[in-house]
Every structure is written in C-alpha cells, then in structure tokens.
C-alpha cells in the first residue's frame, strides 16, 4: 500500500539553528499539508499546498516557517529559527483531490530543539 | 471560527461496545473524518462522513446529523489493541476547502 514517508524520523538541533523536515507524498496525490503535535496536544494544521503553492495556512505558520516541493516527489518544510516551543511531531500528509478524499499522514518527525 | 468537542477520556473492557461522541461548530461543514492514533504513531484513517447517517465498516461505524453538529464512532468487539486515542477531524469550507481541524482526541483504554 502507497505511504507517505518522512526523513528524519528524529532530529535534535539547537535553539536558533535552521531545520528542514523531509516528506514524499504519496505519488498519485496532489494535495501535500503539514501538521503538528506537541506532546500530550492535539494535531495542528500548519499549512497546506497544492499546485506549487500554498493554498492554506494556519496562524502558527508565521514567516519562521516555508514550504516547498523542490523537485516532483519531495515536499520539504523549513522551520527557519527554531525555538524551545517547535518542540513536536511534524506529520505531513497527502490527499488525491481537496473535499472527499482522505488526508494519509506519514509516521512523522519528532523535533526536539535544545 | 472551528470548535471540536470530544471526551478526554474513556474506559471500556474487552468483548464490549463503545460510542465516542463528537460535536463540532465551524464556518461551513465539507466533511468529518475519523482517525485512530497510537501514542507515538501518525493518526490513521478509520471513517469518514459527509452526509447525514451511518457508516459501516467492519467493527467501525461513524454517524453524522450535520444540523445537530454531531457524529459519533462506535466499536464494537472492543481488542485490546483498539487502545488508542481516536480523533475527530472536520473539514470545513474556506478559501481552498482542504485543512482537517482536528478535535483534542479521545483517549480509549480497553482492559481485559
């Protein structure tokens, strides 16, 4: 069965420095998003794209953060300054069309900024 | 603005039947979904409801009245392995109509 799948399943970086969190959605989908989740919280939305560009976005997704699909598989989200408060799980996950069609969530990155 | 009601917690034993219950509020309804999620693991699917009624799948049903704003997920023949939290996500019109808003999720602890 087609999967969403991430890179890195875990990352630990420092407080200021620049993260990049890695995705492949699933091939036939053309809806990418990104979620959230603090531990113990619920599941966020950050953003959502479609056609090489953002359709959606959330308020946490401030200009600290940007998305981007550099080439025809991968779906990248920069968090650009990290601070003690992006601590999380980082899903992303993909959907064929926008209404009807449900939204597969990869197994995600755990972010823990020191 | 988007509201998503559900229990915190809940407890049921093996063999038996549970509801999880769901009420929502948001700017335009375009659908409601139902996820499982293990502690540490990526929510996955269980159901989805865009129109009034039942939905069955195998020992999984979802319910939906869009003019009460509710839904409910009910198991039946509780495992142990539907331990989980079980998130209640809607999905509502705006510009693009694609985001799910998720519900803070149920927590189901089944006991032998």
């Known amino acids: 069965e087609p999967e969403v799948t991430q890179t890195p399943s875990h990352q630990v970086t420092q407080m200021g420095q620049e993260v990049i969190l890695r995705c492949v959605p699933i091939?036939?989908?053309?809806?990418f998003y990104w979620y959230r989740q603090i531990l113990g919280q619920k599941v966020e939305f950050l953003v959502s794209?479609?056609?090489?560009?953002?359709?959606?976005k959330s308020e946490i997704f401030d200009d600290q953060f940007s998305v981007e699909r550099p080439d025809g598989s991968n779906f990248t989200l920069k968090i650009r300054s990290t601070k003690l408060e992006d601590s999380a799980m980082y899903f992303c996950?993909?959907?064929?069309?926008?209404?009807?069609?449900?939204?597969?969530f990869g197994e995600g990155s755990w972010l823990t900024v020191v | 603005g988007q509201n998503i009601d559900q229990p915190t917690e809940m407890t049921a034993t093996e063999g038996a039947i549970v509801q999880i219950n769901c009420t929502y509020q948001?700017?335009?309804?375009?659908?409601l979904f139902w996820y499982q999620q293990h502690a540490g693991e990526a929510p996955t699917f269980l159901s989805y409801?865009?129109?009034?009624g039942l939905e069955e799948k195998g020992r999984f049903s979802s319910f939906l009245s869009r003019s009460k704003g509710y839904s409910y997920l009910l198991l039946k023949e509780l495992q142990m392995k539907d331990s989980a939290s079980y998130l209640c996500?809607?999905?509502?019109?705006?510009?693009?109509?694609?985001?799910?808003?998720f519900g803070k999720g149920t927590t189901l602890s089944v006991s032998s």
């Open positions: 996500a809607v999905r509502a019109i705006n510009q693009a109509g694609t985001a799910l808003i």
């Open positions: 794209f479609y056609n090489n560009e953002i359709s959606e």
């Open positions: 996950a993909s959907s064929e069309r926008s209404s009807g069609n449900t939204i597969y």
């Open positions: 948001t700017s335009g309804f375009n659908g």
């Open positions: 091939s036939n989908h053309l809806y």
């Open positions: 409801n865009v129109l009034d």
